[in-house]
């Protein structure tokens, strides 16, 4: 692969032909803010937060969008620079909700972490405001636009991510906002509730209704699992509070998935803690369920199909596997159904 060669706050570094100069920075230690950047979705430079100063260019580029060429010179915090992010961030709050105190993003809002590294720390801009109610037509998440800064993540998560395409910017100027086709509720659109959008979104206009007044991100251990649901091994996050599970969210460095899922596996967690599931096994003894062992458990099961096995045969017993099993658990009730009963009656409840 070509390389380029490009210096950066003074220090050169070698990327290959095409990367961006905000990740040719970052993948130096250099931290450039952005607000509408995500790496997992296509660059638009939309929020201007990552702008640099360029030798030999004019302007201020957007470095999200601007592709590093042999020999550019780039410098991140020049007055300049910072000067331009501070007047973008103050333009951003002008119209945003100051309530960080009791905000459910508050500690992991980028906005708020923005304002805080360059100090803006008030609306200087007076002018028009918004006052949308908070959505909450989806059994899943709030929306609240109020604190939405346009910069359009979700839309792309939806569209690229998903494949669904329910979200895109409607109306035009002040009134912009984002929404399904017609400005519809959530709930009344073809959502599917993965809530892609949610992890996505860098600010608190999209939040878990289920972690709403939990606590603080911060607050939570983050414990890697993975997802019960199917086979397909999808890397989460058990977000853990005082014992208890307040919240699953998608693990970056999942191979499988890595930040998304789906609306089971992201929303559908609450059976853990649920006081009718069950957390030992049960055999019925004189027409009465009654908790057993493991080893009691499977020693009956084991003798009971020993004993169908020779009084009918392999063939008079058949097994049903899971979608919610691991392919290698699938595999291994397989390998057990014909080499060790010697039966191919194994079916899954998926194949249809």
Partial sequence: MALVTVTIDGQTVQVPAGTSVLDAARSIGIKIPALCH??????????????????????????????????????????????????????????????????????????????????????????????????????????????CIVCGRCIRACEEIVGRSILDF???????????????????????????????????????????????????????????????????????????VIGVTGNPDGDVNGRFLCVKGRFGYQFIHSDKRLKTPLIKKDGVFKEATWDEALGLVASKLKEVKEKSGPDSIGFLSSARCTNEENYLLNKFARAVVGTNNIDHCARL
Wanted: glycine share 8%; with cysteine.
């Fill in 170 to 244: 409607a109306y035009r100027g002040f009134n912009t906002k984002v929404g399904p086709f017609m400005d519809t509720p959530i709930g009344e659109s073809e959502c599917v509730y993965c809530g892609s959008c949610v992890a996505v979104c860098p600010t608190g206009a999209l939040t878990e209704k289920n972690m709403v007044g939990k606590g603080r991100k911060w607050e939570a251990k983050k414990v890697k699992t993975v997802c019960p649901y199917c086979g397909t091994g999808c890397t989460i996050d058990l977000n853990i509070k005082d014992g208890k």
């Fill in 38 to 147: 995500d790496p997992d979705l296509t660059p638009v430079g939309a929020c201007r937060l990552c702008v640099v100063e360029i030798e030999n260019m004019r302007n201020l580029p957007a470095s999200c969008v601007t592709t590093c060429t042999e020999g550019m010179v780039i410098r991140t915090n020049t007055e300049k620079v910072i000067e331009a992010r501070r007047t973008i961030l103050e333009l951003l709050i002008a119209n945003h909700p100051l309530d960080c105190l009791t905000c459910e993003k508050s500690g992991s809002c980028l906005l708020q972490e923005y304002c805080y590294e360059y100090g803006v720390t008030s609306d200087i801009y007076a002018g028009e405001k918004h006052s949308y109610p908070i959505e909450d037509s989806n059994p899943f998440y709030l929306r609240d636009m109020n604190k």
